[in-house]
């Protein structure tokens, strides 16, 4: 398997935490309650807040600003897995579902690059998991409540192959294993699909419309 | 008052140490441990700024606090943003603690060896900064800004914001 560059491994992780903080904001003030409202929003100003580290170290090593990469790319560019693209609005099941299965993935994922030798790579990855672990207790605390309701059974049973396609191959295994099911063919990155050019459309429509010169 | 030609990291650190935290001002930067160090080369001075929360909007504002207060004592400013794991809750200095406390934020818990739990954080393991008591439940792990949790104090029935250890 061809090795990674640390700027197409960044822009991978950021990608997800960036289109993931954007889905979970889509929950800001129509969650099932207000502590929701107040959850899903803080956990999507997270995951924004590490997406822009991320791409802004991603930026040093691409010669570029993190801003660009946020948000100039054209869609078929983006590199963030299927699972964070998912348009899961008003489906609180499905939601939570993808909530348990993305933060279990990306702690193997920040537990692997926690051990890099690439010093500013662990500490960032060391730096974003001190706020991942109240995303994951959040995460637990749902499934608590609602594991056990056919309809979250049914959107994990949908929603696995997804998470698989979050981590690289040899992490997998480790995914399986923590969720205690068999791995399956993986919904692999490949280029977004017309459901992610809608949100990128959102997404980058103030950037782009912005005047020649504008500072942010 | 007359206004010295050379600064030194004392100085610095002094005028640092006036810097209120932007959203929570009972706090200085010091105090909140995001200043990881100073050095002085005559009028240069290097700071190193370790943020809190990394989707924290204030993040910028204290960064902009930090040069300016350079440039009032004479010095060139240079702030050398930290993107490392150094940054704890427990940096919180025991003075910011108590100032935190006193504005009705309960201070973070100290880190513990493993990471934070549900049980922990659903055990009366956390002080109402209003009353003391230990009666406290948790509301919701998440508050009105990234740093901190809502919990509830049983004794007196007030609700209080938590700051997450992290």
Known sequence: MPEHSRAELLLELADDELILGWRDSEWTGIAPFLEEDVAFSSIAQNEIGHARALYELAARDLGTDADALAFDRAPEEYRCSPLVQLRLVPDWARTIARHVLYETADAIRIAHLKESDDVELAGLAGKIEREEVYHRLHAEMWLERLGAEERVRGAVDELWPYALGVLDPPLRPRLAERIGRPEVEAVERTAPGAEFAELWDEMTMVRRSAPVGAQW | ?166
């Open chain 2, 1 to 166: 008052m007359v206004m010295k030609s050379v600064v030194t990291a004392e100085a610095v650190w002094e005028a640092l140490a006036d810097i209120p935290d932007p959203e929570i001002p009972v706090i200085s930067l010091v105090d909140l441990g995001v200043v990881k160090d100073v050095s002085v080369d005559g009028d240069r001075v290097r700071i190193a700024f370790t943020p809190t929360f990394m989707g924290c909007p204030a993040l910028e504002v204290m960064k902009r606090e930090l040069e300016r207060a350079v440039e009032a004592i004479g010095g060139r400013p240079e702030v050398d943003v930290v993107m490392d794991d150094s940054w704890s809750t427990d940096r919180i200095t025991p003075a910011g603690r108590e100032k935190l406390r006193e504005a009705g934020f309960a201070p973070p818990t100290p880190r513990a060896a493993g990471p934070t739990t549900l049980v922990q954080l659903q055990s009366k393991a956390f002080r109402c900064p209003y009353c003391s008591s230990t009666e406290t439940r948790l509301e919701n792990i998440f508050g009105p800004t990234p740093c901190r949790s809502v919990r509830y104090c049983d004794a007196c029935r007030q609700p209080f914001e938590q700051f997450k250890t992290i």
